[in-house]
């Protein structure tokens, strides 16, 4: 998938893992928990491993874009892009614009305008209500 993109692999190992195992690593009952969002994949830095909702059907362009936009994450934490980066959300932007162009490349246009959209909103940092 790695060539499709035109970028190099970073190292990570894939795995699938259940749903509420994912919403615990993102949505930590210390903070309040998920709010009813549910998380379909999911890059852990500290073991370097990307974990994949395991109802996602890897056939489809939609399920793979998940692990692009994880894998732009691997990528980002090999190069150290997140120890410059201004908020967290600022490395969601090359994650979800990546995710949204494989999506245009294979005709998923309206999912890949609202990925976009998504990533310019969580790339807003200080941002608040």
Known sequence: ???EMGTPAPMACV???GKERLDRLVFPAAIGGNHGET?????VPATHEILLAD???PGTPLARSYLVHELVHAQQFANRAHEHASCPGVLEVDAYGTQALYLRTRGLR???FLLQVMGMLQGACGYSD
Request: charged share 35%; aromatic share 6%; glycine share 0%.
């Open 55 to 57: 109802d996602l059907d």
């Open 1 to 3: 998938m790695t060539e």
């Open 39 to 43: 998380v379909t994949a999911v890059y």
């Open 110 to 112: 309206e999912e890949a």
């Open 15 to 17: 795995r699938l893992a």
